[in-house]
């Protein structure tokens, strides 16, 4: 975990793609349990591209995280969604990094 500057939280940071998979793994059992089936599986899905490219697990981790901020209607508690948005971010980054 790293501070936010700006808002003086800590950040959900991760170190390298098995964090990923380990977040995707547990936010799509959190998503299932919580009647979220259609974004649970979404999640699983970019999970499972874990053993494929690099740049084809972030991507598809960037997707499915994105839907399931857009539409998880209040499945995840804000502690969650700050968390999300924090992997995002750092998706963002990565990704964004590559294309350049």
């Known amino acids: 975990m790293v501070r936010d500057a700006m808002k003086g939280n800590d ?3 991760l170190s390298g793609n098995r964090e990923l998979y380990d977040y995707l793994f547990s936010l799509s059992a959190e998503l299932k349990q919580r009647g979220a089936t259609a974004l649970s599986e979404a999640v699983a899905f970019a999970s499972a591209q874990g053993s494929s490219s690099s740049t084809e697990f972030l991507g598809e981790s960037r997707i499915a995280l994105r839907q399931v901020l857009q539409e998880e209607k209040g499945a995840l508690t ?14 963002d980054a990565a990704l964004d990094g590559r294309a350049q």
Request: proline content about 0%; aromatic content about 0%.
């Open 78 to 91: 804000d502690e969650q969604r700050a968390e999300l948005s924090d992997v995002l971010k750092q998706l």
């Open 11 to 13: 950040m959900k940071t």
